[in-house]
Nanobody, 127 residues
């Protein structure tokens, strides 16, 4: 499974940004997908997850109400819509995939649930 993120960039506080993750693999529709982020010198942190069906999503508290994770199984893609961006959202964002995607999205709130990772995309928020 190969994952390629895109959509990162430089925005101002309060702006919106949509990250995309394109996945290879014939069985994408059975994967759970997640977004994590990492600041320099810090551990990678969970942001959001979505299970295979798309009906179960889960978010870390700091992004609830601002970020939305979604998926398009026909396009083998997962997205992270980020609204009301703040300087503390400045991080490298990583897409992750788990082939065992049939659990509730809460199950995927730790990095050890995922076997595949993208290379990351930088999000910079200026105040």
């Amino acid at each position: 499974v190969q994952l390629v993120e895109s959509g990162g960039g430089l925005v101002q506080a309060g702006d919106s940004l949509r990250l995309s993750c394109a996945a290879s693999g014939r069985t994408f529709s059975s994967y759970a997908m997640g977004w994590f982020r990492q600041a320099p010198g810090k551990e990678r942190a969970f942001v959001a997850a979505i299970n295979w069906s798309g009906y179960s999503t889960y978010y870390t508290d700091s992004v609830k109400g601002r970020f939305t994770i979604s998926r398009d199984n026909a396009k083998n893609a997962v997205y992270l819509q980020m609204n009301s961006l703040q300087p503390e959202d400045l991080d490298v964002y990583y897409c992750a995939a788990s082939e065992r995607g049939f659990y509730s999205a809460h199950y995927y709130s730790t990095s050890d649930r995922f076997a595949y990772w993208g290379q990351g995309t930088q999000v910079t928020v200026s105040s």
